[in-house]
């Protein structure tokens, strides 16, 4: 019923709307999973670009979800609406990449610029040691001199 299905609405869309769509469906799948936390963790591990949620409960399925590129929870929040509707975004990572990174957004053209001051020597000796232990372990220590140099 839903290969029918699909098929008789990609057979519907106009051209060359439908031999991409057909060509898109050469790389898709459907899998039946037995309930849905095998459905949440296979879904984890594709890491799909736009992930709907349309269970009775989605807001409670979609808030296990961990990788995706794009959620769409319920029925009502079609992916197309995120696209160009409702603001989230239209550019999302590809290839399962939704695993260690999210959608392009403002935050990707601010310079992140990280700092640090230490001010209490005798406070801070706790992480001079850990630094120290740290440095030696990566086999850095050029580092782990550094850190001993201040030392109390």
């Not at 039946?32 to 949440?40: G, Q, R, T, W």
């Not at 979609?62 to 197309?80: I, K, P, Q």
């Not at 409702?86 to 403002?106: D, E, F, I, W």
Request: proline share 3%; aromatic share 6%.
């Amino acid at each position: 019923a839903i290969n029918a299905e699909l098929d008789a609405q990609l057979s519907s869309l106009p051209e060359p709307n439908q031999s991409t769509a057909r060509e898109a469906m050469k790389q898709s799948f459907a899998v039946l999973c037995k309930d849905i936390n095998e459905a949440v963790s296979l879904s984890d591990d594709i890491a799909p670009e736009h992930l709907e949620i349309q269970t009775r409960n989605a807001m409670e399925v979609g808030s296990r979800c961990a990788n995706y590129g794009g959620l769409f929870v319920g029925t009502d929040a079609a992916e197309v609406l995120g696209d160009y509707g409702a603001g989230p975004n239209h550019t999302l990572p590809t290839g399962g990449t939704g695993r260690y990174t999210g959608g392009l957004s403002v935050f990707n053209f601010l310079r992140i610029r990280t700092w640090m001051r230490v001010d209490d020597k005798v406070g801070s000796q706790s992480m001079v040691e850990d630094s120290i232990v740290m440095a030696r372990l990566e086999g850095l220590e050029g580092h782990a001199r550094a850190a001993e140099a201040r030392k109390l």
